[in-house]
T-cell receptor, first 115, second 111 residues
Framework: GAVVSQHPSWVICKSGTSVKIECRSLDFQATTMFWYRQFPKQSLMLMATSNEGSKATYEQGVEKDKFLINHASLTLSTLTVTSAHPEDSSFYIC???????????FGSGTQLSVL | RKEVEQDPGPFNVPEGATVAFNCTYSNSASQSFFWYRQDCRKEPKLLMSVYSSGNEDGRFTAQLNRASQYISLLIRDSKLSDSATYLCVVRVYTGGFKTIFGAGTRLFVKA
């Protein structure tokens, strides 16, 4: 099946620093990728939809200036958490859909801990 | 009301038991339905798609009832390795497709 690689797996950083998370589709082209956040014991919450070559579409309540998304190629999307604060500590997961295939393929997730 | 609602759980069952999860969705424009499995601090993995005719994959059976807007997952002969969170996922068309996740139902299978 399709593979989505997400890096890094976990990050510990100081408050105020920026953190970049990469999401790559390894064996297919993904014109659309999705970024989610998951707090403990809660479901995945869609943050934004990343579109190759255009601006990302953010969900209501998600600050686009804080969570910068870049989808520069058909196989790579990045999420940058700018000026991270402890409340940004969460599990971030990306996913991609293989064109017309309805199934979502997920990255392995990134656990972000902001001290 | 949440767009996708699931039994809150947790479900604690012995090995070999049969367990059923239910999920309801509110948008009648929902088009595709899935069950995903998520282990702690891991990414969700597709367990099975759900079709109107019902479908079975080994010990797992999924059912869809469009009239009542609910989906079910039945696990027979539970194994210890079935312990996980099961996410009900609905894909709905609202001018564009959107994927909505339920909050998940936690299952613990005990020896």
């Amino acid at each position: 099946g399709a593979v989505v690689s997400q890096h890094p797996s976990w990050v510990i950083c100081k408050s105020g620093t920026s953190v970049k998370i990469e999401c790559r589709s390894l064996d297919f082209q993904a014109t659309t990728m999705f970024w989610y956040r998951q707090f403990p014991k809660q479901s995945l919450m869609l943050m934004a939809t990343s579109n190759e070559g255009s601006k990302a579409t953010y969900e209501q309540g998600v600050e686009k200036d804080k969570f910068l998304i870049n989808h520069a190629s058909l196989t790579l999307s990045t999420l940058t958490v700018t000026s991270a604060h402890p409340e940004d500590s969460s599990f971030y997961i990306c996913s991609a859909r293989e064109n017309l295939n309805e199934k979502l393929f997920f990255g392995s997730g990134t656990q972000l801990s902001v001290l | 009301r949440k767009e996708v609602e699931q039994d809150p759980g947790p479900f604690n069952v012995p090995e070999g038991a049969t367990v059923a999860f239910n999920c309801t969705y509110s948008n009648s424009a929902s088009q595709s339905f899935f069950w995903y499995r998520q282990d702690c601090r891991k990414e969700p993995k597709l367990l099975m798609s759900v079709y109107s005719s019902g479908n079975e994959d080994g010990r797992f059976t999924a059912q869809l009832n469009r009239a009542s807007q609910y989906i079910s997952l039945l696990i027979r002969d539970s194994k210890l390795s079935d312990s996980a969170t099961y996410l009900c996922v609905v894909r709905v068309y609202t001018g564009g497709f959107k994927t909505i996740f339920g909050a998940g139902t936690r299952l613990f299978v005990k020896a």
